[in-house]
């Protein structure tokens, strides 16, 4: 499976910004799916994810109560909506899906190419 992550951007403390992932080459519907992000010169930390069929939902502790993950399967596309943002939300996003649990970041063995996310203060 093949996924473009998209919708990054620059946004004030407290803004909010949508993220999309678009998957191709694949039956969307039979991955977990999830998203990762990587600040300068931390490693690559799990976000949220979504079971296959959008009936459950893994968070960081960093994000929950601020960011929503949610997937179409119609449209092939799994999403993160993120409200509150912090400047120490800002990282490079990446969306992952895996074969296996939608919770255990190490399952996730696909990877798309990463969407800067900059949150001034």
């Known amino acids: 499976v093949q996924l473009q992550a998209s919708g990054g951007g620059w946004v004030q403390a407290g803004g909010s910004l949508r993220l999309s992932c678009a998957a191709s080459?694949?039956?969307?519907?039979?991955?977990?799916m999830g998203w990762f992000r990587q600040a300068p010169g931390k490693e690559r930390a799990f976000v949220a994810g979504i079971h296959r069929g959008g009936g459950g939902t893994s968070y960081a502790g960093s994000v929950k109560g601020r960011f929503t993950i949610s997937r179409d399967n119609d449209k092939n596309t799994v999403y993160l909506r993120m409200n509150s943002l912090k400047p120490e939300d800002t990282a490079v996003y990446y969306c992952?899906?895996?074969?296996?649990?939608?919770?255990?970041?190490?399952?996730?063995?696909?990877w798309g190419q990463g969407t800067q996310v900059t949150v001034s203060s």
């Open positions: 992952a899906a895996s074969k296996g649990s939608y919770a255990a970041p190490h399952h996730y063995e696909y």
């Open positions: 080459g694949g039956t969307f519907s039979s991955y977990a």
